[in-house]
């Protein structure tokens, strides 16, 4: 028996320290209910954790970030619904403004609200947005980068790379021919049987580089004779434009007076012009005055009558190859291209089935699977022109994935979605020169705001697509969030129940290693009884 080292106590107090020990541990998870309080208590768990939490959390900004891109596509395609709606109200206009019981003024007037409507497509392009950011003016969509092109336009299976086509021959206008405003003599006689005489107009132009200077410079004498007795009835002369007549541009008629000025003649005549679908050209450099449709391409028609050959004549015409018709008709030519594909000479991503179409010199490249390139090529340019390039009439179209809204849909790196909005304008949608006032104008309206129409609902289906795609990330999202946080639980979650029992054997433990110890600490008493 010892009095000086009670193995007994010694033995109970260290049972006592560790029933504690583990009493303060298992408490510790009840008060915080977490199974990993530190390290310690499961290194390998408490790893696992912390890389399920930072998904968990990356997975519920990532349904954030769904969400907001569901609210900037729901934006965008409410703005479309009124650019349709719009663009339905046009066409109705159209088809009204069709109809022959209508006239020019009210024709014109029908023009004022397609005009207000074609400007309102614009503001909503331009300042739809979201967060400061512009939905519809085109700067959500991938970039395209070239020379001699614009309104250019790529599909979204159109890969990034550089495609590459030469134009053989630029699109041509109808025209009238070039006007070399020459020096002549005109004469023209016309005989009147109801008082038996001849009224003579003799026009003598001056060669000039202006149309208006051409007009002004001409003189002109007018004489009427009896027929009998060959006396001269009447003598007048003057300047300005040499004879009375009419011009016909694509069915658009106006009478000219003899006398008009210059300025006069060229007014009538771009007036009419601009009712007839076809444009005066009087450039400054001596180049020569033509008149032109407004049209390029094979639907680019020009008829131009006049009443006589003299008074094309004293317009200026050069009528030498006319014939006996004092009528110019004239038909415009689509571009000529040479679409570079893969395997060729020239580095270019075109595939092998690549074909092209093209209306005057707006060209389209298509493929399978969807590919479609279209752009409007520069008015002129073509191999003749290009003289001063290594590769004449080459356009290089360098396709990049850059512009397109980018979706962080995921919980880690490069989990992304790209959305790309297509530019709604009226120039990428090629109704920004919509006109019913113009010859033919309605029925060119009906055929343009069709494409339109087309071309937004292609834009506002794509759109949807996005909406119903991102609705189902965000579900699966959700989903992903949910069972993952239910596997953490089972990993750093304490189970309540068990750690319950786990509690209650510690603490009958506990009671009991302090009634052992005092037990133990009686135990040196007993060696007193040896001493009595």
């Not at 969030?481 to 239910?486: A, I, L, Q, R, Y």
Request: with cysteine.
């Amino acid at each position: 028996m010892r009095i000086n080292n009670n193995m007994s106590a010694v033995i109970t107090n260290n049972q006592l320290l560790g029933t504690e020990s583990s009493l303060a541990d298992v408490m510790e998870k009840l008060s915080s209910g977490f199974n990993i309080n530190h390290a310690s208590d499961d290194p390998s768990g408490i790893a696992i954790a912390g890389k399920m939490q930072a998904q968990i959390d990356g997975l519920g900004k990532a349904s954030t970030n769904s969400s907001d891109g569901i609210s900037v596509l729901q934006t965008a395609e409410g703005a479309l619904n009124e650019v349709t709606d719009m663009i339905q109200r046009m066409r109705e206009l159209s088809v009204q403004a069709a109809n022959g019981t209508n006239s020019d003024s009210e024709r014109e007037t029908i023009q004022k609200e397609i005009d207000s409507l074609l400007e309102e497509i614009d503001r909503v392009a331009e300042t739809t947005e979201f967060n400061t950011i512009n939905l519809l003016n085109g700067s959500l969509d991938n970039r395209t980068y070239a020379e001699h092109a614009t309104r250019i336009q790529t599909s979204n299976t159109v890969p990034a790379g550089v495609y590459q086509i030469t134009i053989n021959q630029a699109a041509t206008r109808g025209t009238s021919g070039v006007s070399p405003l020459g020096a002549t003599t005109v004469t023209s006689s016309t005989v009147n049987s109801y008082d038996n005489t001849t009224s003579t107009t003799t026009v003598n132009t001056v060669a000039s580089t202006d149309f208006k200077e051409f007009i002004n410079n001409t003189t002109w004498v007018q004489e009427v004779t009896n027929n009998s007795s060959g006396d001269v009835v009447s003598h007048s002369e003057g300047s300005g434009l040499g004879m009375s007549g009419t011009i016909t541009i694509n069915g658009k008629g106006v009478s000219l007076t003899q006398g008009t000025s210059g300025e006069g003649v060229y007014e009538l005549l771009r007036d009419t012009c601009e009712l007839a679908g076809a444009i005066i050209s009087n450039p400054a450099d001596g180049s020569g005055f033509s008149i032109r449709s407004l049209k390029y391409g094979a639907q680019a028609d020009l008829k131009i009558e006049f009443s006589s050959k003299e008074f094309a004549q004293a317009l200026g015409f050069d009528t030498t190859s006319w014939g006996d018709a004092a009528v110019v008709e004239s038909v415009g030519t689509d571009a000529v291209v040479d679409v570079h594909k893969t395997g060729g000479a020239v580095d270019s991503m075109f595939g092998p089935q690549a074909t092209y179409r093209t209306d005057g010199n707006h060209i389209i490249v298509s493929d399978v699977d969807g590919f479609e390139l279209s752009f409007l090529a520069e008015a002129g340019f073509d191999a003749t022109t290009d003289t001063g390039s290594a590769n004449p009439g080459r356009i290089a179209f360098n396709v990049t994935d850059i512009g397109s809204m980018t979706l962080h849909v995921g919980a880690n790196k490069n989990q992304n979605m790209e959305v790309r909005i297509a530019a709604v304008t009226t120039e990428f949608m090629y109704i920004d020169d919509l006109s019913v006032t113009r010859v033919n104008g309605p029925e060119d309206a009906l055929d343009s705001l069709d494409t339109a129409l087309n071309y937004v609902t292609s834009v506002r289906s794509q759109l949807g697509a996005y909406e119903n795609r991102l609705e189902h990330t965000t579900k699966s999202l959700d989903t992903t969030e949910e069972n993952m946080t239910s596997a953490i639980s089972r990993v750093e979650d304490a189970d309540m129940a068990t750690t319950m029992v786990e509690y209650t054997k510690l603490n009958v433990l506990e009671q009991a290693g302090t009634s052992a110890l005092a037990q133990a600490n009686e135990l040196p008493q007993l060696a007193l009884q040896l001493l009595q």
